[in-house]
């Protein structure tokens, strides 16, 4: 799913849907979720990514346009552009709100696992 590299131990591995974890809290009356994984090694943890609720809603409309696209690509047929289009903005703006999200809020994010907060994957 993800190939990752920790920066502590340098343990390569890919990061199954298994292995990611969720916490939420709420800052300045925003509810966000972060999702994060532990180095399989080290046991050093990492954040993948800061979501609020609006970013949620956008990804669970992407992830239904990717399971589409997947289907009728295994049927050798093609989305139509527009919804390919639409695919490829929401990827695009996930990116970019996550990047926003994460700059304004992780600093004030409660996690704390093992006395330290998930370091940021670069
Ligand atoms: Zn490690």
Redesign the pocket.
Known sequence: MLEVK??????DFELDVTDLIEATDVIDGVKLTATYFT??????TYLVQLDDEQSLKKLEEEKRLRKRHRFLAKNNKVMHQKQTNKMNQLIKELIHTRTLLKDKYWASFDLNIDGKKPQELN
């Not at 920790?6 to 343990?11: H, N, P, T, V, Y």
């Not at 180095?39 to 050093?44: D, G, Q, W």
């Open positions: 920790c920066d502590k131990c340098g343990a180095c399989r090694e080290c046991k050093e």
